[in-house]
C-alpha cells in the first residue's frame, strides 16, 4: 500500500514523498530508519475521495465547508421539519449519522488528520447519501471541521452542536487526551448502530398493531357515516317504530355526520394544551412517573431507560470517562424523567464513597445490578455494563412484545364488538319493520 508523507530531518527542513508500507505504522519506521520524523501520513488511495483544503486560514468559510459536490434544492421550511420527523421516527438520522462516525473512523485510524477527516464526512461521505438526515449531519460535521481549523479542540465544537448525543463530547474529550480518537469514535458509531437496530425493531413490532387500529377506526366510520345514514332512511320510509338500540346507533351517526368537523380542532387544541402543560418540568415527571406503575407499559419504559442509561455509561467508560461524569451523561439520555430524577443522588452517594449498585438501587433492573456488581468487584465495569445493557435490552424487547401480543387481541375484539352492536341494532328495526303488518 502506497502512502503520501511529509516529514522533517534533524535540521527542520521538510520534505515530501511516498513509501510502500502495509500500514501507517510500518511506514513511520521507514522514515525514523532514515532519519526522518513524520508529521503527515495519508494512504494514497484516500486522497481521490478527501476534498482540497489547501485553503489559507485567511480565506473565509466555504457556506462552513459543508456544501455536497451534488447540491441539494433549500426545502420548504414545513417539508424540511416533516423530513427530520421522518428521520428520527424511522431511524435514518441514526444511522446517517452512524455512517458518518464510523468513516472517520476509519480515516483516523489510518492516519488522516482530524480536520480532513471531517471534511471528508462533511462532504457526502463515501456514499455521497443525498437525504435530509445525511445533509443535516454534513452541516454538523462541516462547522466541526471549520471549528477544528480554527485551532478548537474536537470535544470543544462537539460540546457546542447540541444535534449530536450528550456522550459525544466527554469521550471525545477523553479520546483527545490519551490519544484514542479512532477507536473512540469506532466505539461511538457501534453504539449509533446498536441504537438503531433496536429502534427498527421496536417500529417493526409496532407496524402491524397500528394497521390493525387504522383499519378499524376507518372500518367504524364507513359504518356509522354511510351504512347506518342509508338504512335510517329506509327505516324512516316504513313508517315503523324503531327499537331503542337502533335509535342510539342513528343518535350517534347523525351527531357524528353534524359535528364531526369538530373532532380535528379539538383534538389539535387537545394535543397543543397537553404538550403545553408538560412544558412544566413537575408535571412532566408526574406523568412520567405514573406511567411506570402502567401493567407492562411501565415495565417496557423502565426496561427501555435501563438499557439506554447502561450503554451510554458503558461507552463513556470505555472512552476515559470518569465515572461520575458517566452517570451524569447516562442519566442525561434517560426519556422518562421519574427515572432520570430517582438517579440523580446516585451521583452524590458514589461520590461519597458508595458502590455504584447501592447507589442506584432498584431503579435498574436486577440482572443489570448484578453485572454492575461483578463489573466493580472485577474492575470490567465498562464491559459488563455493556452486557447489562444489551439484556435490558432484550428484556424491553419482551415486553414490548407481550404488550403488542395484547394490544391485537383487544383491538380485533373492540372492532368486532362494533360490529356485532350494529348488527343487532340493525336486524331488531329489519324485524320489527316486517311484524309491524302482522
Do not use: K
Amino acid at each position: 500500500m502506497t502512502w503520501r508523507y511529509r516529514a522533517a530531518d534533524a535540521s527542520g527542513r521538510e520534505s515530501r514523498g511516498t513509501v510502500q508500507a502495509a500500514s501507517a505504522d510500518d511506514a513511520r519506521a521507514q522514515l525514523r530508519a532514515r532519519a526522518l520524523w513524520a508529521i503527515e501520513i495519508i494512504p494514497e488511495r484516500s486522497l481521490d475521495r478527501l476534498p482540497d483544503l489547501s485553503v489559507e486560514r485567511s480565506s473565509p468559510p466555504r457556506a462552513f465547508a459543508t456544501a455536497p459536490r451534488t447540491s441539494m434544492p433549500a426545502l420548504h421550511p414545513m417539508r424540511a421539519g416533516l423530513a427530520q420527523l421522518w428521520g428520527r421516527w424511522s431511524g435514518e438520522e441514526s444511522e446517517a449519522l452512524a455512517v458518518c462516525m464510523r468513516s472517520i473512523a476509519t480515516l483516523l485510524d489510518a492516519g488522516v488528520p482530524v480536520d480532513r477527516a471531517l471534511a471528508f464526512a462533511a462532504s457526502g461521505g463515501p456514499e455521497h447519501d443525498a437525504t435530509a438526515p445525511a445533509a443535516s449531519w454534513r452541516v454538523v460535521f462541516g462547522r466541526l471541521q471549520q471549528a477544528v481549523r480554527d485551532g478548537r479542540s474536537l470535544a470543544d465544537a462537539m460540546r457546542d452542536e447540541r444535534a449530536l448525543p450528550v456522550a459525544f463530547a466527554p469521550s471525545v474529550a477523553a479520546a483527545e487526551a490519551t490519544g484514542a480518537l479512532p477507536e473512540t469514535f469506532a466505539r461511538l458509531a457501534s453504539a449509533l448502530e446498536r441504537a438503531a437496530a433496536t429502534q427498527a425493531r421496536v417500529r417493526a413490532a409496532l407496524v402491524y398493531p397500528a394497521v390493525l387500529a387504522l383499519s378499524s377506526v376507518i372500518g367504524t366510520l364507513v359504518i356509522l357515516l354511510v351504512v347506518v345514514p342509508r338504512f335510517a332512511e329506509l327505516m324512516n320510509d316504513g313508517g315503523a317504530p324503531l327499537p331503542m338500540t337502533t335509535r342510539l346507533l342513528v343518535a350517534a351517526s347523525t351527531g357524528l355526520l353534524q359535528g364531526g368537523w369538530l373532532a380535528g380542532p379539538l383534538g389539535v387544541g387537545a394535543l397543543v394544551w397537553w404538550r403545553r402543560a408538560l412544558r412544566d418540568p413537575a408535571r412532566a415527571t408526574a406523568w412520567d412517573a405514573q406511567r411506570l406503575g402502567w401493567p407492562l407499559i411501565g415495565r417496557f419504559e423502565r426496561d427501555r431507560d435501563g438499557a439506554r442509561y447502561l450503554d451510554t455509561l458503558s461507552l463513556a467508560l470505555a472512552s476515559g470517562v470518569s465515572l461520575l461524569r458517566a452517570m451524569a451523561l447516562a442519566r442525561a439520555t434517560m426519556q422518562n424523567r421519574a427515572l432520570a430524577a430517582r438517579l440523580e443522588p446516585a451521583e452524590a452517594r458514589v461520590r461519597d464513597g458508595v458502590p455504584l449498585v447501592d447507589a442506584v438501587g432498584d431503579t435498574l433492573p436486577p440482572l443489570a445490578r448484578q453485572l454492575l456488581r461483578a463489573g466493580e468487584a472485577g474492575g470490567a465495569l465498562s464491559g459488563l455494563a455493556a452486557r447489562a445493557a444489551a439484556a435490558a435490552d432484550g428484556e424491553a424487547e419482551r415486553q414490548l412484545g407481550r404488550v403488542v401480543a395484547l394490544i391485537e387481541p383487544v383491538m380485533i375484539l373492540g372492532f368486532g364488538g362494533v360490529v356485532a352492536l350494529v348488527a343487532l341494532a340493525l336486524l331488531q328495526a329489519i324485524y320489527g319493520l316486517n311484524a309491524s303488518p302482522l
